[in-house]
Structures are given as C-alpha cells and as structure tokens.
C-alpha cells in the first residue's frame, strides 16, 4: 500500500524490491553483488506467497548475478502489512565516492532513460482516469512502474565522468533538487528536452496535466548524472555504447 499496490503479484514484489536497490548502486558507479534481506509476513498469508516470491527473487538473481547473503523472515499479526526492507552491497570502482554535492556551475544534466512512465503507470495500475491512448500504451506505462529498469552497464560510465550522481526515485524535479541542494547550485531544465516515451508523450498530448506528473512523480529509477561540460561528448559517446 506505500511502495507497492496490496494485492501484487509476489514475483513483482520481491522483482522490484532488488531493483529499486540496483538503481541506488548504478547511480554510483557500483556494481551490485548481494543483499540482505527482512520480509514480515501477515500470518493469513497464502501458502503459495512464499514459492512465488522466491521465483522473483531468483529471476533477479540471474539478471544481475546477485547472492542473497542473509536477513530475516517474521511472521506479524493477521493486521499487519506484508513489508519487506533490503540493504544491497556493491563494488565501487577505485575513486572518491560519487556524491551529491560535486556538482559544479557549467556542469550539463543527463538522464540514463525515459520519464515520466511509472508515474502514469501507477494512475493505470489504481484505476485512476486516464485519457484514451489506447490499450498498448496504458500496459506499457503500468509495467514501467511495476518493474523498474536501472541503467545496469552505464556505472563504468558514470565513474568515469560524472560530478555527482544519484537515482531517480521521487521524481526528476525533486531529486534534481536535492542534488542542487548537496552541491549549492542551481539547475535550469528544459521540459521539451527530457526524453519521454511514446505512451508519456501521447498521455501529455492528451492531458496536458500529466507533464507535471511525469516530471515530479516517483518510482522512474533511472540515474540522474551531473558531468563536467567538457567531458560531456565524452560521456554522452560512451553511455550510447551501453545502450
């Protein structure tokens, strides 16, 4: 009911739950080894939670050659939530941690991806009212909030060039200016160059409303990058390597 809808399937549960932490580490410049894990399970939980969650984890496992180290398992009153909390591990390359606060005057804002996507999939996942844009593009924006997809493979990348970094989890707008915050700067955005995707943009073009949604709601999980003007060609060249 906070951080995903009740009633989920298990599999996305515990699916979104390593990448919303694999999305923290890419930020960074890490890459993600393991995790520890604290799953509270209401005491009138099916009996077939357990083998479906397992199965989530475990595509993720494979996906991004994660090891589950350790954690805990209770079982809560019938009252309680199903919550679950996990702390992942990472290498980081041989530098200075990548922080907030090294952005610089001069210094050019990138994305690693699309959005806007989850924020308007979580109005299609409640059932709230969407304009018509057709059945593709409203599955679309509901599978991009309920499995995110961290930019894996941009870390060399952002380790190489970048200032300060962090994910996007609340929203562009409100992450951008946390990171102005850390780095006591200021930042100009221009709406028209965020790159969005087709179902964003037809949704916008339908109710144009839903710009300041995409721009400030959650869950995007694609990495913010603040890198030195005069290494941005270089930035930008080798992040298109990695697709």
Not at 88 to 96: F, H, S, T, V
Not at 171 to 195: H, M, Q, W, Y
Not at 204 to 210: K, Y
Request: net charge negative; glycine share 10%.
């Amino acid at each position: 009911g906070v951080h995903f809808l009740a009633g989920e399937d298990p599999g996305l549960i515990a699916q979104r739950a390593i990448r919303v932490n694999v999305s923290d580490l890419v930020a960074k410049g890490a890459q993600p080894w393991g995790y520890l894990l604290h799953l509270s399970v209401p005491a009138n939980t099916a009996d077939d939670f357990g083998p479906a969650f397992a199965a989530g984890l475990a595509r993720d496992h494979e996906t991004y050659g994660l090891q589950l180290f350790g954690g805990d398992t209770t079982v809560v009153p019938e009252t309680a939530p199903l919550s679950l909390s996990i702390t992942m591990l990472g290498q980081a390359p041989d530098r200075e941690p990548l922080l907030r606060s090294g952005a610089e005057d001069g210094d050019v804002i990138f994305v690693s991806g699309n959005i806007g996507d989850a924020a308007l999939g979580l109005l299609v996942a409640r059932g709230d009212t969407m304009p018509d844009i057709g059945a593709e593009h409203l599955a679309a924006l509901e599978q991009g909030y309920r499995l995110p997809k961290p930019p894996v493979g941009l870390q060399p990348a952002i380790s190489k060039h970048a200032s300060a970094a962090m994910d996007i989890s609340d929203g562009l707008v409100g992450d951008l200016e946390r990171l102005c915050a850390a780095s006591g700067v200021s930042a100009r955005l221009t709406a028209a160059k965020v790159p969005m995707s087709e179902a964003v943009k037809a949704a916008i073009e339908a109710d144009p409303s839903l710009l300041k949604v995409a721009l400030t709601g959650g869950d995007d999980y694609q990495s913010l990058i603040v890198v030195p003007l005069d290494e941005s060609i270089a930035f930008a060249r080798d992040a298109l390597a990695t697709g």
